[in-house]
């Protein structure tokens, strides 16, 4: 259910015009079952071609590679850290690799498996989230330190902080390239049954309540399935300890042919 009258507004807007369905950002695309493997999943990650779920072992981490339409097809070791993987996304480095908030700083690794190729931010303790957005000069890391406020960090590629701001929702992460149908860098924040959608610097835009049901975890904007959805969040919910879900969000991204996109201004404009 969308909680801002801006979206609502744009969704039938968008609707009339095209005489397309668009259900908005927050409602259930698509969800699939994991396997269970009797380790504990923290987060999915979505690239191009598979989603990838992140398991911890005792003394390693793993990722289960899906289709986005949920059959299993393969399994890859990642070895270098024995902290949990909170929350994973997109790697700076490229796409043969992925990168994890691991309670001290970021850790990345081949997508294929083995070792961590870079351990980032290790002075960031209890870092809970991370994003990044393929082509984007920056990336993001939450951090919610014993007894402190929940802090988002902003770094450009080189390691160097822009900015930080307190955000009013969530913890984990997810950098989109679209929001309600308007292209632009956005941070989506999530983890309890609210999203929320900031520009870069910190800026809220939007806010809107997801339809899974669940608490999510770890989780990735990447491409939609089907592809005309565009940009859509991908995260884990688990119901229980043997019950785990990987959620397709809509974000509002459907392509639709033929409607002239929305300046950010008028965007916030109907937000507020």
């Known amino acids: 259910m969308v909680t801002n009258k801006g979206v609502n507004a744009i969704a039938a807007v968008l609707a009339c015009a095209a005489a397309v369905a668009w259900a908005g950002p927050g409602s259930v695309i698509s969800s699939f079952k994991i396997t269970e493997t009797g380790d504990s999943p923290f987060g999915a990650y979505r690239d191009a071609d598979y989603v990838y779920v992140i398991h911890a072992a005792p003394f390693f981490h793993y990722a289960m590679k899906y289709t986005p339409a949920g059959s299993y097809v393969g399994y890859s070791e990642f070895w ?14 490229g796409s043969s690799y992925l990168s994890v908030a691991v309670e001290t700083g970021v850790i990345t690794y081949p997508k294929s498996g083995g070792s961590s190729v870079r351990w980032d931010h290790r002075d960031l303790v209890e870092a809970v989230g991370y994003a990044y957005r393929p082509g984007s000069p920056y990336y993001f890391v939450t951090v919610w330190p014993p007894e402190d406020d929940i802090i988002i960090y902003r770094f450009n590629t080189g390691g160097s902080l822009i900015s930080s701001f307190v955000p009013g929702y969530g913890l984990k992460l997810a950098a989109s390239d679209g929001f309600a149908g308007v292209g632009g860098e956005y941070l989506i924040t999530f983890g309890g049954l609210v999203c929320a959608v900031y520009e870069p610097g910190g800026s809220l835009v939007a806010t809107f309540n997801h339809g899974a049901g669940h608490s999510l975890y770890g989780g990735t904007a990447g491409p939609g399935y089907p592809v005309y959805y565009g940009t859509t969040l991908w995260a884990l919910a688990k119901k229980s300890s043997v019950d785990n879900v990987v959620f397709q969000i809509d974000l509002g991204n459907e392509i639709i042919p033929a409607v002239a996109p929305a300046s950010l201004g008028k965007v916030k404009a109907l937000f507020r």
Request: hydrophobic share 15%; net charge negative; aromatic share 14%.
């Open 80 to 93: 270098g850290c024995r902290y949990l993987p909170e929350d994973p996304d997109h790697s700076y480095l």
